[in-house]
Every structure is written in structure tokens, then in C-alpha cells.
């Protein structure tokens, strides 16, 4: 790597401040910054120069101007109003100092024209550079991302999201080159030496780290719909495959408009696609950042695509609302942000598939990562006090949890009064800021109800409820009596929480009868008594994963399970009662006979293609080394059944074909736990073949990895050298198979590929080899994750806290040892505080 990054990476340690995270509150308020710029992305410069010109409002007497500015070097600083004169300035930490000969007046109005130099970053933050791996002809692309700490890095500003002000932007550009930033396009003039000035000005007043800049070679794609105008900008070779994101696009905003009960609030929608962008994206006001890819349907045979586009679509689409109309005004309430976009998208992917669908992944991404995050070393509450920087709130907590608490909210007060109170607080609240209190005053006016205790219980205290129930019968009243007993996560915590949550009875045998309840529970434990025509057969708590719970049933009952798996009508309580009966594989013990036959018919049976591929998520978390073996052979002949040309002609793939191709997918996913000869031979052909799906080939070769066999690494081998042709992202799905070979010799080839990779790739793996046990117990991984830690100037702090994640239930020595060394050695005080986090929470005896 070039020493530029060297000296970059340097920088960035040394600037972090340790003292806590907080507003800077300072005393004026900005209203306007104009920023403009001559940049050609084809001569892949380091550097750029700019001219800002500010606005602001003294809100006391001011003796001296406090901007952030990271990594500029200023050159002349100039007042411009209310008098023209030329100022002293300095720089200090990552602040810039203009000082006034003579204290400006509180309320008055000043202006100034500051000239800089600033850095073009190979880490995804500020200014940065990408390439695009599947059209060199491109050349390198510029982009901007902000959020959360970016913005000082491209512009002299008060870079703190409570400040919002007016934008404009003015680039001059060779004319090959589209520049892409908020708000109107004012003028796009041809300049006589060919290039172009191009001029956007964003008249409604936004935060700075929702600023966007986007320079380089682009198609453009118009939707039909006139207001707004919604865009969508990537390579001039993607376009048909960037179709159906523009079509979700379209489709997501007059859901929104329409659910939101608020429309659309800026002046166009503009996606542009930015290649190895290592987050899925960034939206800033009007102008959202995508990694291209993940809005490409490159494969209409993968449901992964689908579902894709359409949940990161309508996420990036919802913060225009939520985040970007109406902004956190402390990072601490991230939540406001991140929860909502989320459970907009959930919504919206409701509407398009169906509950089932919707559903079901949710509930699937807490139990693999909400869940994980909680029980380890990085819990806290939602609304966090004790922040050290901003970046580690982007986590399952503000994501998965924080959506679950809307969820709840929403069962609680019902749609109606939930829907009423985000239209009001929206409304009350556009183009400035909010924290949590702000929305609960909107929804408790819009419902009538008290909240606070559901408020306080859920946002100010970490942690979910385990909740363990029981019920008996009492035939001569015909009366069901329900015990509902919570006990926070945390051992330590006496946390109760409020909520409600849906219980449902079940009886098949006449009187057949499907009965639901709605129970309140505030105190640690409550008794409910229902009457119902005859005794149930089985109590379902939680159907569709409204409430975020961990169950636990007082007894369990194998075969209560098997009539949950196979016979309730809701299907996250089938996928959460197949679980229970494979909890002896999650667990790395063994499971009865009967319940492998349950296993056995909801992966064959089940109405639900959803549900069959819960045996996928069990696949890849169970610590049992196979499956059983009726189970195993089972899985094995349907993945060949799924291969097989007939499968597409059955009536269930007919009437769902994009949930039946993830059934594919699944089964694949399933043998890397099939313990049999014909396993890696049947998947050795599967990957070679050319015309193979995306997600069966990431499936493919994932089973490949987990079957850790020396022969898998050649297999995979062999199916990279024949898949890379068909483009980037194939290539990048078999090299991140090498992530998930249960073998040590992974690190060594996870070592290779380091060298070369971006950070998409890089910043990936630590979630496969969480996964991956055979290599995060190894000292092979504990080694190869201190070096690039301690030595790697390739790749920045973002991609190596999430390789950190890797090791988070990890507690062998190797870890020890390494986690030691990281807290010593390294210069980031992000990962340093994540090191210890680690080490305080799974090696708590240890001295550091
Ligand atoms: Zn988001």
C-alpha cells in the first residue's frame, strides 16, 4: 500500500480524543455552507482542494470560531460579512480556530470564504475512492460518507447533527463524469475546455453528515413517476440488472407516502451505486449511497436478490423520513434513526412477500445476531449514555433490538394509534431534531396511554426478558391458568419489562378451536386465566415474534413441540419449535429419534418455504459436528431433488417462486452437516456448473468450507477459478467460503487473500468466522487476528472491530493472549476499549 495510508492510519489514531462522547454545544449556529471544487477521478488523485464559504449566527458574543476540520490543511481563511477581511486562523487537534481581531455581537451574522486542502481516503470515511472490480474502464470513482464523524474530513463545519443548515455544492469536472450530490440540480454548465460546472443546492436545512458527493462515469435511470423524480445511478454496463431496484424504488415510496401519512420531503431520490462499498448504504438527503452491487439483480434465479433489493431499498428509502427529515439529536438516540428505517423495511417487505416472510426474517436475525450481541461483551441500553464514539452504536442493539421495540410498541397500542403517532411526530418534528422522549410524547397523545414504563423499561436498561410459562387446565371452571415468569438476560440485572405479548391455544380434536389472547406483563411474574371450550392441546407464547422474548417452556415437552412444529398455524412458532427440538445440536450434543423425525417432516413438508429452511440456521450455528443420520440422508436427497429440473414444474414453486429458490439454496446450505461420502462429490459438481445460481453457489461452496475436509479446500479452489469469469461478485462468494472452512489452514488462506482484497471482503469475514468454530478456537486465528490488529495499514478501524467480532465467545488462552497484546500495542482507542470489553466480560480473573 501506498505510504499515504500509512501516515493516514497514523493520523487517525492519534487524533482520537478519550474523553467521553459528547455535544460540543457550541455557541452560533451555521445556516449555510457552500463548498466547490475542481476534481477529475481519472487522474486518481490524493488530494483535493476547495473552497468553503460559511455561514453563521453568533448565539453569544464570539471572540473565536470553533469548526471541526479532520486532516485539512487551511490556507487563507477570510471573513466575508458583515466586513471583508482577511483572519488569522489555527489549527488545533482536529479543530480549526478562526480567531476575531474585535468580539463579533451575540445575534450577528457572519460569513466566511475558507481555502483547503483535504485528503482523498482509501478507507470508506470522507472523501474516498473505489474501483469498480467487474469495469476498470471506469476508472476510479469518488464518493463521500459522512455518517457519523466524515463530514470534517471533506469541509471546515460545525459537524454535529443537532446544527442543520443549507448546502450547496458547485463541481467542475471533465464531461465523461455525473456529480451527484442533495437536493436541486441548479445548473450543469459546459465549460469551453470540455469539462463541466455542475451546481446542486439543497434549500432545506439538513445535518452535515447527511451531505453527499459522488463523482465519476454513471448511466442514469428515470422512473416514469414525475414527483418525486427518482433516479438510479451505476455503471453503464449494469443498467437492465439495475432495473428492478429503481422498480422497488418506486414501489417503496408510495408505500411509505402512504403508510407515513407524509410525503416524500425533498426535491428528488437519487440511488447511486458505489462498487466494494463496505456498507450496503448511506442515505443522505435525496442522494443515497449503495454498494452497487447489492441493488444489482445480477441473478433473477437467486431469492437473495430479491429480498435484498427490496430490504436495503426501502431501509435507505424510509431514513429519508426518519433520520434525515427528522434526525437524532445525539448520536446516543441512534435508535431514532436505524430502529425505524428497519422496521419501515420490514413493513415494506411485508406488503411485497407477504407476513410470512417478514416475519420470520426478523425473528431469524434476533435469534443469530441480537441475541449474540446481548449475551456478549458489547450489551447496553438502547438509549446509551456512555458512548466513546459513534461508530459502535451501528449494532444489533439500535438495528434488530431497537426494531423489535417499535414492533412491541405497535402490538401494544395497536396500528391505528402507532400509525397516528409517527405521522405526528413527524410532522411536529420535520427538518429539525428529536430524542426518544420526543417520540413518546407523540405516541402516548396519539393513543391515549400512558407509556413511560414501556419506554424507560425497554431504552434505558440493556437486555431482553427470558420469559418461562407454564399452564394448567382446571376442568371444572373449563379455565386455562397461564404463568408468565420473566428474568432478565443479564444475572446481575433485577430488569423487569413492560410489554405485551400474544398467547395463543390450539385444540385439532373436536371441539377443534384456534383462540388468541393478549397479555400484559409489567411484574416478574403474572397469572392469566382464560376460559376456552375444551383443553388445549398446546399453548403457543409470542406467535410472529412480536414481542422480544427468550422462551422457555417450564417443562419440556418433546411432544408439544412436535405438535407446535408441525401443526400451529403461525409459522415462527413452527420454526421457533423446530428449534427447540434440534436445541441438543445447537448445543453439541444429540437429539431422540422422535424428535429427528419431527426434523424430518417440517424440512419436508412444511407449507412454508420459510419455515423448511430453518434447518439452514441450525446448519450453521449447531456445535454437534452432523446431523443425525436419517435426518442427514433426508436433507441430502431433497438438495438433489432441488437440483433436479422438475423441481421448478412442482405447484408450490409455481404459486412462490422466489420462496421456493431459497428452499434450494437452504438444502445446499444444509450439507455442510451431512455427514456422508456423497456429500463433497455432489457438491464439487454443483459449484462447476456455469449457469449455477448466486445463492447456490454461496450455499454450495459455504457446505464445502463447513465440511472441513483437506479435499474442500481444492474444491473450492476449482470452483473459483471456473466462477470468477462470471464476474465480481462470484468471486467474492467463493472467497468468503474460505471464511467458513472449519479447518486451521483457513487462516493461511484467509492470510492470502488479505493482501488483495477491499475492504468489502475484509470487513465480512469476522461474521462467517463467528461462526466458524474449528478455526476461532484455533491459534491460528488468535495470530493472524493480532497482526492485522497491530500491523495492517490496508484496512481501518471498521473493518478490524469487526473482525474483533470473531472472537467474542471465544475464551482460549491464544485469545487471551492476543486480546492482551491488542490493549497494549495498538494506537485506536476504539479497539482498544473493544479488546477489553472482551476480556473483561470472558476472562474476567485475568490481569491485563
Ligand atoms: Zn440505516
Known sequence: MNKFFVFLSLSIASLINAAPFVPANRPYDATHYRVKLAIDPATDPKTFTAEAQIKIKASTALSELELDAEQLEVTTVLQTAPVKRKLEHATQKDHLIIKFPKEAAKGS?????????????????????????????????????????????????????????????????????QVV????????????????????????????????????????????????????????????????????????????????????????????????????????????????DRILMVDPESASDYYRIVGLVSHELAHQWFGDLVTLKWWNDLWLNESFASFMSTRTLKEIYGAELADMGFTQTIWDGYYREEDGPRSHPIVNDNLSGPEDAFDATNYTKGENVLRMLNYYIGDEAFRKGVTAYLNKKAYGNATYLDFFESIEKASGEKLDKFRDSWLLQRGYPVLTYAGTWDSTKSTY?????????????????????????????????????????????????????????????????????KLVPQQK????????ATQDPDGVTRSWAALELASGLLEGKSISNAAEATLIDVVSQDRSPHVRNILAFVARRMKTRWFPEALGNRLLELAEQAQDKAFRKTVAFESDPVGWKAVRSSLLSDLGRVKSPKVLPFLATVVTNKSLSYDELAAAAGSIARLGDPKSAEALRAALSLQKGRGYRYEFTVKMAFAAYENPAAANEIREIFKTCGSDYAGRVGWVVADNQPLKNSPEWANFLKEVVLQSTRFDDEVKSRLMKSIEEVKTDHVRDALQTITKETKSDRLREM?????????????V
Open 835 to 847: 479488546a477489553r470489553k472482551i476480556l473483561d466480560k470472558n476472562f474476567a480473573s485475568s490481569k
Open 557 to 564: 415437552e418433546e411432544s408439544v413441540f412436535s405438535l407446535q
Open 109 to 177: 451574522n457572519l460569513a466566511f470564504t475558507i481555502t483547503y486542502t483535504g485528503k482523498i481516503n482509501d478507507g470508506h470515511k470522507g472523501l474516498f475512492k473505489v474501483t469498480d472490480p467487474d469495469d476498470t474502464s471506469r476508472g476510479p470513482l469518488l464518493f463521500t460518507q459522512f455518517e457519523s464523524l466524515g463530514a470534517r474530513r471533506f469541509l471546515p463545519c460545525n459537524d454535529e447533527p443537532y446544527d442543520k443548515a443549507t448546502m450547496e455544492l458547485v463541481v467542475t469536472t471533465p464531461a465523461r463524469n
Open 181 to 292: 450530490s442533495n437536493g436541486k440540480l441548479v445548473s450543469d454548465k459546459k465549460l469551453k475546455d470540455g469539462s463541466h460546472e455542475v451546481h446542486w443546492s439543497q434549500d432545506k436545512p439538513i445535518s452535515t453528515y447527511l451531505l453527499v458527493m459522488a463523482v465519476g462515469p454513471f448511466a442514469v435511470l428515470k422512473a416514469d413517476s414525475k414527483k418525486p423524480e427518482i433516479t438510479v445511478y451505476v455503471g453503464e454496463k449494469k443498467q437492465t440488472q439495475a432495473k428492478f431496484a429503481l422498480k422497488s424504488t418506486v414501489d417503496s415510496m408510495s408505500f411509505l407516502e402512504k403508510y407515513l401519512g407524509v410525503k416524500y420531503p425533498w426535491a428528488k431520490y437519487a440511488t447511486i451505486g458505489a462498487p466494494t462499498f463496505i456498507w450496503g448504504g448511506m442515505e443522505n438527503v435525496s442522494a443515497t449511497v449503495m454498494n452497487e
Open 481 to 549: 391458568n397461564v404463568v408468565l415468569t420473566q428474568k432478565s438476560n443479564h444475572a446481575e440485572d433485577n430488569s423487569l419489562f413492560t410489554f405485551r405479548v400474544p398467547v395463543s391455544f390450539h385444540r385439532r380434536t373436536a371441539p377443534a378451536y384456534d383462540k388468541e389472547i393478549s397479555v400484559s406483563i409489567s411484574e416478574a411474574t403474572t397469572n392469566q386465566a382464560i376460559n376456552l371450550p375444551a383443553q388445549p392441546e398446546w399453548m403457543s407464547v409470542n406467535p410472529r415474534g412480536v414481542a422480544l422474548v
